[in-house]
């Protein structure tokens, strides 16, 4: 197990998890409206899709995984893209949950379909299998796994956003606030995107 990549890994995918994105910004909105029981649903919907989705990602990437050169160019491109996506993050304010707005009850297939057209989570799962596609080995299995650890990750911070979508949205519509919090996220996916293309 090579423990600064497990590391790098579980920098990578806290801040891509816990902010904003479709998901997130969905549940604070859902929840905030309809309250935590009623949002679960749609919850346990979205970790079924992106896991799903995070797999059929890993069957593609263990495929070539053997082809170094489709491999390393790969794991450029992630590198680029997780410093592109920190930067913009630094530098962006967040929106409100208000500015997304669900007043329609939504469920488990509404949360599952919404992965299919969820830009960040397909950017989000082939730069994690480019970059840490092998960490647990080669093959499907290693892939599984990988996307196991982005599950364990990924479905407290829906829960999160969900729980306190009330106080999140206060918090995200002070500018002071979230300029620290996306600074934070930001900073930690560039200092990621550097790791990545580091010799090792």
């Given at each position: 197990?090579?423990?600064?990549?497990?590391?790098?890994?579980?920098?990578?995918i806290?801040?891509?998890?816990?902010?904003?994105?479709?998901n997130?910004?969905?549940?604070?909105?859902h929840?905030?409206?309809?309250g935590?029981?009623?949002?679960?649903?749609?919850?346990?919907?979205?970790?079924?899709?992106?896991?799903?989705?995070?797999?059929?990602?890993?069957?593609?990437?263990?495929?070539?995984?053997?082809?170094?050169?489709?491999?390393?160019?790969?794991?450029?491109?992630?590198?680029?893209?997780?410093?592109?996506?920190?930067?913009?993050?630094?530098?962006?304010?967040?929106?409100?949950a208000?500015?997304?707005?669900?007043?329609?009850?939504?469920?488990?297939?509404?949360?599952?379909?919404?992965?299919?057209?969820?830009?960040?989570?397909w950017?989000?799962f082939?730069?994690?299998?480019?970059?840490?596609?092998?960490?647990?080995?080669?093959?499907?299995?290693?892939?599984?796994?990988?996307?196991?650890?982005?599950?364990?990750?990924?479905?407290?911070?829906?829960?999160?956003?969900?729980?306190?979508?009330?106080?999140?949205?206060?918090?995200?519509?002070?500018?002071?606030?979230?300029?620290?919090?996306?600074?934070?996220?930001?900073?930690?996916?560039?200092?990621?995107?550097?790791?990545?293309?580091?010799?090792?």
């Amino acid at each position: 197990m090579d423990w600064a990549a497990l590391i790098a890994l579980l920098v990578f995918i806290t801040p891509m998890v816990f902010s904003p994105g479709p998901n997130n910004m969905l549940c604070a909105a859902h929840g905030a409206q309809h309250g935590f029981r009623a949002t679960l649903p749609l919850t346990w919907g979205m970790v079924v899709g992106w896991s799903t989705l995070g797999l059929v990602v890993g069957m593609v990437t263990a495929s070539i995984e053997s082809n170094k050169a489709v491999f390393d160019a790969l794991t450029y491109a992630g590198a680029a893209y997780i410093a592109y996506l920190g930067i913009s993050i630094a530098r962006n304010q967040a929106k409100s949950a208000g500015e997304a707005k669900e007043t329609q009850r939504l469920g488990f297939r509404t949360g599952a379909a919404l992965q299919l057209v969820n830009g960040k989570a397909w950017v989000h799962f082939l730069a994690l299998m480019a970059t840490w596609g092998t960490l647990f080995g080669e093959g499907i299995g290693s892939k599984a796994l990988l996307v196991m650890v982005n599950a364990l990750a990924g479905y407290p911070a829906v829960l999160t956003w969900a729980l306190f979508g009330t106080r999140l949205s206060i918090m995200m519509n002070s500018p002071r606030n979230a300029k620290r919090l996306n600074l934070s996220l930001g900073l930690s996916l560039v200092a990621v995107a550097f790791w990545v293309v580091m010799p090792r």
